[in-house]
């Protein structure tokens, strides 16, 4: 039998891509989301994860 690929599916902007599962690391829900204004317009903030800053869409 034929091994089929998964994929994530995800909506940005009104765009629709999909990612292989298998180049997926992690997925995870931001917690504490700040404002930064030097972040262009298609960030929602960014959150503080395992001690790095990380830039949220």
Do not use: Q
């Amino acid at each position: 039998m034929a091994e089929s690929t998964r994929f994530v599916i995800l909506s940005l902007e009104g765009d629709k891509y999909a990612i292989p599962l298998s180049s997926v690391v992690e997925i995870t829900a931001p917690h504490g989301l700040e404002r930064d204004k030097n972040l262009t317009e298609i960030f929602e903030g960014k959150t503080e994860f395992r001690g790095k800053w990380l830039p949220v869409v």
